[in-house]
């Protein structure tokens, strides 16, 4: 069974910087593509950013510039590194992973921008 815990969220002041971790129960090399997705209360699971398995990335345009994703092959651990942190920004964020046609997920972590 895969499993993948998140930790790092919190609260952040908008401006601030945020880092978000995703621990894989195995190699992430298993995965065709591992990432970010977020989900704000009233709203869809939006995808934030992904990375394949040869270390392409891919941003949501809200984010692009201000977060980046990256990975510790020898942890099995994405990383979420958020920048320049906005109210909008505000969801609860969950890791993802894929592998042929299944899809995993952390059971996510709040996130809160807030003065």
């Known amino acids: 069974q895969v499993q993948l815990v998140e930790s790092g969220g919190g609260s952040v002041q908008p401006g601030g910087s945020l880092r978000l971790s995703c621990a894989a129960s195995?190699?992430?090399?298993?995965?065709?593509?591992m990432g970010w997705y977020r989900q704000a209360p009233g709203n869809e699971r939006d995808m934030v950013a992904l990375?394949?398995?040869?270390?392409?990335?891919n941003y949501a345009n809200a984010v692009r510039g201000r977060f980046a994703i990256s990975r510790d092959t020898a942890k099995n651990t994405i990383y979420l590194q958020m920048n320049s942190v906005k109210s909008e920004d505000t969801a609860v964020y969950f890791c993802?992973?894929?592998?042929?046609?299944?899809?995993?997920w952390g059971q996510g972590t709040q996130v809160t921008a807030s003065s």
């Open positions: 993802y992973a894929d592998r042929g046609m299944t899809r995993y």
């Open positions: 195995e190699s992430i090399f298993d995965f065709n593509t």
């Open positions: 990375i394949g398995r040869e270390g392409g990335s």
